[in-house]
């Protein structure tokens, strides 16, 4: 099923690392037809050049740490101004602080856009099982899971047969530090988005099958366009 939204919305879609916000992402976009920004991607490609800026961002990421505000900002805003956003888009990852929140909806008002909010909740001890297990394509960009989407083949990419590696910051050490970035850093935005004047919803991310939660946030999505 896919259809064109009603108007031009943003989804704002923020959970710990593991909690499926990317999965979840990508199967809203199919339903909703609107553009997809993940700032993890667009992240890891910035590392890919090996330029200067390139390796500060890798040491952070590959740490667990945050990269800053002023350079996620800049960012997303030249990236929201491009044609495939105009009809809505989805924020996957962003935005991470206080500082990214209050910049982020300035921004949404300023364009005309409005928003919707959804925390997606998961227990730390089932997110640490599921980082543990991700595997990644650096190839072609597939993710699968040990647990609950093996690749056929042991440790080879079903589409395009690279080898998968297990990302630097998914290793149970790093895990625990974007854990707590997330406590310290991400978490507060539940209060701030809890606030009047903002679509806010706490969802599972766990409870059901991935499916099952896109469509529900989609419905969401959809009855705050009826308004
Ligand atoms: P993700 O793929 O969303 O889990 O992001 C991977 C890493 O990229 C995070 O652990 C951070 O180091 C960095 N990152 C992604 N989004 C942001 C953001 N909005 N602000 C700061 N750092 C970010």
């Known amino acids: 099923m896919s259809e064109a939204p009603q108007a031009a919305r943003a989804l704002i879609l923020f959970g710990p690392p593991g909690s499926g916000k990317g999965t979840q992402a990508k199967l809203i976009q199919d339903c909703l037809r609107i553009a997809h920004i993940s700032t993890g991607d667009m992240l890891r490609e910035r590392m890919q050049c090996g330029d200067d800026l390139g390796q500060v961002i890798k040491r952070l990421v590959d740490n667990g740490e945050l990269v800053t505000d002023e350079l996620v900002n800049r960012m997303v ?47 730390y001890n089932i997110i640490i099982r599921r980082l543990a297990g991700r595997r990644h394509c650096m190839k072609c960009g597939a993710v699968f899971n040990l647990a609950s989407n093996p690749p056929k083949v042991a440790d080879s990419c079903d589409k395009c047969s690279a080898a998968l590696t297990v990302r630097e910051d998914d290793k149970e050490q790093v895990i625990r530090r974007r854990l707590e970035a997330y406590d310290a850093q991400t978490r507060p935005l539940i209060e ?30 959809r009855n705050r366009n009826g308004e």
Request: with cysteine.
């Open 77 to 123: 805003e030249e990236r929201i101004g491009r044609p495939d956003c105009a009809a809505g888009f989805i924020l996957d990852g962003y935005p991470r602080t206080l500082s990214q929140a209050g910049t982020i909806c300035q921004r949404l008002a300023a364009r005309g856009f409005g928003w919707v909010v959804v925390h997606l909740k998961v227990d």
């Open 192 to 221: 701030f988005f809890s606030a009047e004047g903002n679509a806010f919803h706490e969802v599972d991310g766990a409870q059901a099958a991935p499916q099952q939660i896109a469509m529900r946030i989609c419905e969401l999505i």
